[in-house]
């Protein structure tokens, strides 16, 4: 069955350290997206992909970075890791918009960073 | 940025029918609304989307007013298993960019 991934599940790191959270789906879909969970702040998008070599900033981009170099994957880079930055990272995909506007997202497992 | 605004909290009954509303401004007439369903240690999963009035599936309704500031998410016959975190989107396409905009979320508590 086709699935999104997320590896690691769970990360524990220091400020300062570079580190990449993998997101992987088997959907074939166009579209991918991160966000960031934090109590009392919902989900909010950190970047998406409308497609291969396609990256967008969403509302809270600071500090993150992506790349597409395939339709399966897109990971997700905290350049230099702060305190800030520990949160609930959930991947998502979707296929392009149908006829009638739709666009439902699958989210991955989530990833759960923390930086000490 | 279209903003958001769900009640945080709410308690039911078995049995009973839920209705979650979200509130959102700025929404444009080809702006459409989504919500999910989330548990403990899982990503959110979709429910139900429309545009305008009312839409039905298997699972939910959703009833969006003519003037599109709010929308309601009604369960019906809710059960102890429906116990989750309900989230509203709304998806805004500005030129060739994509905004998109969850509410905080409201945590349904089902009783037995």
């Not at chain 1, 995909?93 to 991955?108: E, I, K, P, V």
């Not at chain 2, 009833?63 to 016959?77: E, M, N, Q």
């Amino acid at each position: 069955d086709a699935e999104i991934t997320q590896s690691p599940r769970h990360k524990i790191t220091e400020t300062g350290r570079q580190v990449t959270l993998a997101c992987h789906q088997t959907w074939n879909h166009n579209n991918m997206f991160w966000y960031r969970q934090d109590l009392g702040h919902g989900l909010r998008l950190i970047h998406y992909s409308y497609g291969v070599q396609d990256t967008n900033k969403g509302e809270v981009s600071d500090g993150y970075s992506v790349s597409r170099s395939n339709t399966e994957d897109l990971p997700l880079t905290l350049e230099s890791a702060a305190s800030s930055q520990t949160s609930v990272y959930f991947c998502a995909s979707s296929d392009s918009y149908g006829l009638d506007g739709t666009d439902t997202q699958y989210f991955g497992p989530g990833t759960r960073l923390t930086v000490l | 940025l279209a903003k958001t605004t769900q009640p945080i909290s709410m308690d039911s009954y078995e049995g009973q029918e839920v209705n979650i509303t979200c509130s959102h401004n700025n929404i444009a007439t080809n702006d459409y609304i989504t919500w999910y369903q989330q548990f403990p240690s899982q990503g959110p999963r979709f429910i139900i989307q429309g545009y305008k009035t009312k839409v039905t599936n298997e699972v939910a309704s959703l009833f969006i007013p003519a003037d599109r500031k709010s929308s309601t998410l009604s369960l019906p016959r809710v059960s102890l298993s429906d116990t989750a975190v309900y989230y509203c989107l709304v998806v805004t396409q500005v030129g060739s960019a994509r905004q998109l905009t969850f509410g905080s979320g409201t945590q349904l508590t089902v009783l037995p």
